[in-house]
C-alpha cells in the first residue's frame, strides 16, 4: 500500500515517525510512503514491508480475514476505530440500483 496524505512530500516527517515507531509493530511498516516512490533504496523498502507482513502474520498481529480488517487506534487517550476494506473493483457495482 501507498500512504498518500498530507504529510507524504514531507521527508522529515516520515523519519519522525520512524523515530517514533522504533521496534514496535506498526502499519508503518506495512506501508510505502509516496514521498519515498522512485527513490533509491525503494526496492529494499518493499522487501521489509513484504518481510513485516509475513513476520506480522507468524506472530499473529496480524489475522488472515476475507475481505476486510479492524483496526483500532489510540491516540491522546482516545480510541480510533476503523476498517481497512478490500474491494474487487472489476465486480463493484456503483449504479444505484443493481442489475436484475
Request: proline residues 8%; hydrophobic residues 35%.
Amino acid at each position: 500500500m501507498i500512504a498518500c496524505d498530507q504529510f507524504t512530500s514531507q521527508p522529515e516527517y516520515w523519519r519522525m515517525v520512524e523515530e517514533f515507531v522504533g521496534e514496535a509493530p506498526s502499519t508503518l511498516n506495512l506501508i510505502l510512503p509516496e514521498v519515498y516512490l522512485e527513490k533509491p533504496g525503494e526496492a529494499q523498502r518493499i522487501l521489509n514491508i513484504q518481510s513485516s507482513m509475513q513476520s506480522y502474520l507468524e506472530k499473529g498481529i496480524l489475522q488472515p480475514h476475507p475481505g476486510l480488517i479492524y483496526v483500532e487506534r489510540s491516540l491522546a487517550g482516545r480510541t480510533r476505530k476503523g476498517l481497512v476494506l478490500c474491494l474487487d473493483l472489476e465486480r463493484y457495482d456503483f449504479t444505484k440500483e443493481p442489475p436484475a
